[in-house]
């Protein structure tokens, strides 16, 4: 599967950002997504996922600011980003784990990923 994120910028704190992943060469209804992180100087970390069959997770620093959807008529992933914080700052990254493959939190179970795409929160 190869994946392409858009839709990061500069906004505000308290502001919204809507990021996109789009999916290609698999079926994406079948693969578990996921949206990561990395601020500068830190190590890469899950933000929300969505598993195959619509489970979804968030990391607690998101919970009720961030929602993760997919639209598999679509190939595309969604991480709609409200209210956010100059700690949200980083690259985001989009990833997709295998065909069926449980919801996970480790980066180490997914195997493709986006370019990422850079969310800056000014203060």
């Known amino acids: 599967v190869q994946l392409q994120a858009s839709g990061g910028g500069l906004v505000q704190a308290g502001g919204s950002l809507r990021l996109s992943c789009a999916a290609s060469?698999?079926?994406?209804?079948?693969?578990?997504a996921a949206w990561f992180r990395q601020a500068p100087g830190k190590e890469r970390d899950i933000v929300a996922a969505v598993s195959w069959i619509a489970t979804t997770y968030y990391a607690d620093s998101v919970k009720g600011r961030f929602t993760i959807s997919r639209d598999n008529a679509k190939n595309m992933v969604y991480l709609q980003m409200n209210s956010l914080k100059p700690e949200d700052t980083a690259v985001y990254y989009c990833?997709?784990?295998?065909?069926?493959?449980?919801?996970?939190?480790?980066?180490?179970?997914?195997?493709?990923w986006g370019q990422g795409t850079l969310v800056t929160v000014s203060s």
């Open positions: 990833a997709t784990a295998g065909r069926r493959a449980r919801l996970s939190t480790n980066s180490y179970d997914y195997g493709s």
């Open positions: 060469g698999g079926t994406f209804s079948l693969y578990t």
